[in-house]
């Protein structure tokens, strides 16, 4: 059974820290790329960041470009998000999923190219 588990999340100050983890079960992530999405309340899920496993290639949204790093532990099938000098906007629920696409890179412009999503992890910024 192909799985996306994440967690990680939790109640966090402005500018401080979190690191999220997505664990792959039923396949190996080692020729695949991961990306992280989120959804804030009434808005729509949007891409954070992605990372082909493979090549170590990654890709972030202009939102999160110098605060957040995504890595993988490919012997652990397992991607991580790291999250520093968070901002109240960068509350919402964090969901990783699989990428559909081939090659060395990846892009996280349409949730459409994703595919088996996780349940997802609440990450609130709040003092």
């Known amino acids: 059974q192909v799985q996306l588990v994440e967690s990680g999340g939790g109640l966090v100050q402005p500018g401080g820290s979190l690191r999220l983890s997505c664990i792959a079960s039923?396949?190996?992530?080692?020729?695949?790329?991961i990306g992280w999405f989120r959804q804030a309340p009434g808005k729509e899920r949007e891409g954070v960041s992605c990372i082909r496993t493979s090549t170590g290639n990654t890709y972030y949204a202009d939102s999160v470009k110098g605060r957040f790093t995504v890595s993988r532990d490919n012997a652990k099938n397992t991607v991580y998000l790291r999250m520093n000098s968070l901002k109240p906007e960068d509350t919402a629920v964090y969901y990783c999923a699989v990428f559909r696409g081939h090659g060395s890179s990846c892009s996280v412009d349409s949730k459409s190219d994703y595919e088996y999503w996780g349940q997802g992890t609440q990450v609130t910024v709040s003092s």
């Open positions: 039923g396949f190996s992530l080692g020729y695949l790329a």
